[in-house]
């Protein structure tokens, strides 16, 4: 498989429940983001990693937690989300690095989470 | 603050030809961004500005104006399947993206 993945591609859960959100990318690229995307509004980043490193936390609740064991994988571990979290969540993928150059981001097709 | 204002939605023919604007503030700029999104798609990659001028491929091109902070996208010979929403994004001085709220674009026949 091609391109970045992501799974599940709906998810609905309570409150009080535990999940993850998973991103898989196959273009050997070496930094990954989640993004939060809501209707009507601009693409919100959340979390990048660069070269399996954490670099970016823009003020995101600790309710969400990143995790990228490797430059292929990157998870979104969720815990008592509130309904208004809910969204679709974007996992994107790049070459870093280079500040020249287009830097283009892959987006996978997201994850639609709603929080009842 | 750094801000990014595109038309929330813009209706268009078949066989017509539409201009999406862009226009932003920010802390400096580091190139210009176009994507396309269908509806339960992932956002992809449409093109690149960095310098003034139109970048052309295939029926869709993309102007930039650094001095005015403006840029749009031209789509020619519309067809249906560029019914979707188009995201503007600034990469500003620290080489962050900057995103517009998108605007959704939808084609009659």
């Known amino acids: 498989e091609t391109g970045v993945t992501q799974t599940p591609r709906h998810l609905v859960m309570g409150m009080t429940n535990k999940k993850s959100l998973k991103c898989e990318q196959h273009?050997?690229?070496?930094?990954m983001y989640w993004y939060k995307q809501s209707a009507k509004k601009p693409l919100e980043l959340m979390f990048v990693?660069?070269?399996?490193?954490?670099?970016e936390n823009n003020s995101v609740p600790s309710r969400f937690s990143p995790e990228c064991p490797n430059s292929s994988h990157l998870f979104l571990h969720l815990h008592t989300l509130q309904p208004e979290d809910s969204a679709l969540y974007l996992c994107?993928?790049?070459?870093?690095?280079?500040?020249?150059?287009?830097?283009?981001?892959?987006f996978g097709a997201g994850s639609r989470l709603t929080v009842l | 603050g750094q801000n990014i204002d595109q038309p929330t939605e813009m209706t268009a023919t078949e066989g017509a030809i539409v201009q999406i604007n862009c226009t932003y503030q920010?802390?400096?700029?580091?190139?210009l961004f176009w994507y396309q999104q269908h509806a339960g798609e992932a956002p992809t990659f449409l093109s690149y500005?960095?310098l003034d001028g139109l970048e052309e491929k295939g029926r869709f091109s993309s102007f930039l104006s650094r001095s005015k902070g403006y840029s749009y996208l031209l789509l020619k010979e519309l067809q249906m399947k560029d019914s979707a929403s188009y995201l503007c994004?600034?990469?500003?001085?620290?080489?962050?993206?900057?995103w517009g709220a998108g605007t959704k674009l939808i084609i009659k026949p």
């Open positions: 500005n960095v």
């Open positions: 920010t802390s400096g700029f580091n190139g």
């Open positions: 990693y660069s070269l399996e490193e954490r670099v």
């Open positions: 994107a993928s790049s070459q870093a690095g280079s500040t020249s150059g287009a830097n283009v981001l892959t």
């Open positions: 273009l050997g690229h070496n930094a």
């Open positions: 994004a600034v990469r500003d001085a620290n080489y962050q993206l900057i």
